[in-house]
């Protein structure tokens, strides 16, 4: 028998379940195929039109390895060829030094971070980072502190106010999941010049939308490269990028770029990469071969087509009066209440729609929203309906 007011961790579930469905923020997992698929961070289509299972197909006739796992850890018998492949492939795509493949984008954060950085360390967090990277930094001791999101005047009061005898950091998006906004990256970099900082920056959903003639769906950094706002220097000095490869390139893995010394600083203190069993040597395959098709132009249609139909879906949303910072093929519908939401997003649904509902925790309390996600392999007719269900099932609600 549990002592006077204790419960077991089975009634500490079930009253957790209850109140997060009592809020309307209780997840369940759903798959309906038969949606139009306004969800997914399948931004070019590489998944949905069969690209990527023709080409997994072509890599299994040709792969030499007798092996689907990997076997082991990377630095235990898991190293493949494919993996080195892969890295300098991207190297070559992005034009940096170094980089190292982890299994995903959210153990690339999370190792890479809470190995670069500890306690006595410093790092300011856009207040709208993604949990890899907030988990990172709570899991290396830095002290956090939180900027209002984009907020460069706030970030530098942050500055001026904590100091510290050991490294300062800062970590943004390239674009922001749940917004669509990118930050000012040359600002950014004036304030760690001017405070002795380094950005730690996530190009997750960036990569596929924004790029440069060099560099092709490269990301945020890419395109800022090209136009001279940010120089080989500070990309050896001032930047750690991250580069997650499930949105764009629809594929699992995540880079975390930088100069030669950090590649090898992590192969030996990031936790994710050292204790977990490689991906297989296969996948790895694919992601030199889908990084080798962005850097040759295989994709730029595809891209085309997807800024085209953002710009499509935001110029319509501003026409009826629903302004949107969005930059990218991230489009949120702001609502407010969480149960409002859902309500929406079960509406679309039953219209053939699938827009989920993003709910605390989240985005902030009193900021639920559809999350639109808009593909290159929609039609803008397509579009035009969508938006309309959308504002037919707003307009109900407000009733």
């Not at 988990?135 to 460069?152: K, V």
């Not at 249609?301 to 997807?306: I, V």
Request: overall charge negative; aromatic content about 8%; some cysteine.
């Amino acid at each position: 028998m549990l002592p006077a007011g204790q419960v077991s961790y089975l009634e500490y579930i079930e009253e957790q379940l209850q109140d997060w469905q009592n809020k309307s923020i209780r997840r369940r997992l759903r798959f309906d195929a038969t949606l139009l698929d306004f969800s997914s961070n399948d931004y070019l289509c590489l998944n949905r039109d069969g690209s990527h299972t023709q080409m997994l197909q072509s890599l299994a006739a040709e792969f030499s390895y007798d092996t689907v796992g990997s076997t082991g850890s990377r630095l235990i018998r898991g190293h493949w060829p494919s993996f080195e492949e892969a890295e300098t492939q991207f190297c070559e795509w992005q034009d940096l030094p170094a980089a190292l493949l982890f299994q995903s984008g959210y153990s690339a954060n999370v190792g890479a971070l809470s190995a670069i950085s500890g306690p006595g360390d410093v790092a300011f967090c856009d207040r709208l980072c993604h949990a890899s990277l907030l988990d990172g930094i709570r899991l290396s001791g830095a002290q956090r502190h939180y900027f209002h999101h984009n907020d460069l005047d706030h970030l530098e009061s942050l500055l001026k106010k904590k100091g510290t005898r050991k490294s300062r950091w800062v970590l943004s998006e390239g674009v922001f999941s749940m917004d669509g906004d990118c930050p000012d990256v040359r600002g950014i970099l004036d304030l760690c010049h001017k405070y002795d900082a380094t950005l730690y920056l996530d190009e997750a959903h960036a990569l596929g939308y924004l790029g440069s003639r060099r560099s092709p769906g490269g990301g945020l950094v890419a395109a800022l490269r090209e136009q001279a706002s940010i120089s080989s220097q500070e990309l050896h000095d001032r930047i750690i990028l991250s580069f997650p490869m499930g949105k764009a390139p629809g594929i699992m893995g995540g880079f975390v770029a930088g100069g030669k010394a950090l590649r090898e600083f992590l192969i030996n203190r990031a936790r994710s990469f050292v204790f977990s069993t490689a991906q297989p040597p296969i996948l790895a395959a694919m992601i030199a071969r889908i990084v080798r098709n962005f850097q040759e132009g295989a994709y730029d249609d595809r891209m085309l087509h997807l800024r085209s139909n953002a710009e499509f879906l935001r110029s319509k949303m501003e026409s009826l009066g629903r302004q949107s910072t969005s930059q990218s093929a991230i489009v949120p519908f702001l609502i407010g209440d969480a149960r409002d939401a859902l309500e929406m997003s079960k509406h679309l649904e039953t219209n053939g729609f699938d827009v989920r509902a993003i709910r605390p925790p989240t985005v902030a309390e009193g900021s639920s929203r559809l999350r639109i996600t808009v593909h290159s392999c929609h039609s803008t007719e397509s579009i035009a309906r969508l938006l309309a269900t959308v504002l037919d099932a707003d307009l109900h609600s407000r009733n």
